[in-house]
T-cell receptor, first 116, second 112 residues
């Protein structure tokens, strides 16, 4: 069965520091999708990125970057030069192509606290 | 509005009562999902609807939980004879087929 592990439950940094969030996944499927969502205090999940298993290119979007390493089953997320507004819970998720629909299996989330 | 909406935003109910939670997906999104987020379990899948196909109910925790989607749009999640362990935030998401899921703000359910 699929599983997503986010070993870091909480990370506290000072503004402008970089922070890297770890995500390790397990799946028997060869085709799958990985996601990151941001959950601010309001509670709504905000989509950040989707990556399919055949695309191992790293991606950068502004201060956000993602490192997909199939060899270690990891999909890590880095926030560069963190800001207070980055404070939120970040959740990594997986969906398997063979499953009906795109139902997500989530990690436990990492709470990021950025202090001014 | 352009996003997924859910109602009510908060619901407090007594143990044993039935509750209905509503989700309005983004217009044109054929897929609709229900998840719940509780302190002990994190985020977990409940049920999935895609067009006119039979729903995937594999995540429903018990037969007290049911959901329907009328006209391929609005969905209602019903919990019968609520228990305290049902207390959680219930999140709805919609997508175009197997595309990215966009989530609503959730309904916080508290069973007293």
């Amino acid at each position: 069965a699929q599983k997503v592990t986010q070993a870091q439950t909480e990370i506290s940094v000072v503004e402008k520091e970089d922070v890297t969030l770890d995500c390790v996944y397990e799946t028997r499927d060869t085709t799958y999708y990985l996601f990151w969502y941001k959950q601010p205090p309001s509670g709504e999940l905000v989509f950040l990125i989707r990556r399919n298993s055949f695309d191992e290119q790293n991606e950068i979007s502004g201060r956000y970057s993602w490192n997909f390493q199939k060899s270690t089953s990891s999909f890590n997320f880095t926030i560069t030069a963190s800001q207070v507004v980055d404070s939120a819970v970040y959740v990594c998720a997986l969906s398997e192509a063979r499953a009906a629909g795109n139902k997500l299996t989530f990690g436990g989330g990492t709470r990021v606290l950025v202090k001014p | 509005g352009a996003g997924v909406s859910q109602s009510p935003s908060n619901k407090v109910t007594e143990k044993g009562k039935d509750v209905e939670l509503r989700c309005d997906p983004i217009s044109g999104h054929t897929a609709l999902y229900w998840y719940r987020q509780s302190l002990g379990q994190g985020l977990e899948f409940l049920i999935y609807f895609q067009g006119n196909s039979a729903p995937d109910k594999s995540g429903l925790p018990s037969d007290r939980f049911s959901a329907e989607r009328t006209g391929g749009s609005v969905s209602t999640l019903t919990i019968q004879r609520t228990q305290q362990e049902d207390s959680a935030v219930y999140l709805c998401a919609s997508s175009i087929a197997r595309g990215e899921q966009y989530f609503g703000p959730g309904t916080r359910l508290t069973v007293t």
